[in-house]
């Protein structure tokens, strides 16, 4: 089993729902601050606000662009993620066009995500996860997506919003974590709520988790 620290390491801390209000993104970076989550994930309306309470604690703020549809334009969600940059995210986890993804229309979502990558890379220090929304594709799909993001400056392929018509399973990080063939890391989310669903995904090969139950997670584990 993962010690505490490993664990919380591997976590985005997350809280997207619609009605999250200031306060819960304070107790959100409080625990972020105790635990050592790798960063916490908010809407971009909350960014500023996770930046200022978690200055100095080596917790990133991570926020999403194009969330959750994807349906957003380019140039939306370009200023999106510059917009999220200047008020202090450091992590970016976008959602491709996925109506463009089913039309199989792979030079449109190409130049999509390199145009927002080019974006958060134009900043020093910033990471780029891309969200494909795994449970709306193929897996023929899936590991098309996967060649394209392995032509961009990319980071990270992450399996889902959480608010589609599921989340991540072990099936879609496997085969995620085989098609980006080392070349990217995989990032699970979506209904990952326990230590045993944690510690599966990332026997199939997950390098971030994305979940709003980390504090529970770790609260089980042992500190080493």
Request: charged share 20%.
């Amino acid at each position: 089993m993962l010690s505490k620290t490993a664990t919380a390491a591997l976590i985005d801390h997350t809280a997207l729902k619609p009605d999250t209000t200031e306060q819960q993104i304070a107790v959100l970076c409080s625990e972020a601050r105790e635990h050592h989550f790798a960063s916490v994930c908010v809407n971009p309306c909350r960014v500023a606000l996770a930046s200022s309470l978690l200055q100095g604690s080596g917790v990133a703020v991570c926020t999403v662009v194009g969330f959750p549809l994807g349906a957003s334009t380019t140039e939306v969600k370009v200023f999106e993620c510059r917009n999220a940059i200047e008020n202090g995210a450091a992590e970016i986890d976008m959602v491709i066009n996925i109506g463009k993804v089913k039309e199989h229309d792979y030079q449109a979502v190409q130049d999509e995500v390199c145009a927002v990558v080019s974006a958060a890379k134009s900043y020093q220090n910033i990471l780029v996860k891309v969200i494909i929304e795994t449970c709306l594709l193929t897996d023929e799909e899936k590991q098309q997506v996967c060649r394209i993001l392995l032509s961009t400056e990319a980071d990270f392929v992450k399996t889902s919003t959480g608010f589609s018509t599921g989340g991540a399973t072990t099936h879609d990080v496997s085969l995620l974590k085989t098609a980006v063939m080392g070349a990217m890391k995989v990032k699970a989310s979506g209904g990952i709520k326990t230590m045993e669903d944690l510690s599966a995904m990332v026997a199939a090969g997950a390098d971030r988790i994305g979940t709003s139950s980390g504090t529970s997670i770790v609260k089980v584990l042992p500190v080493k």
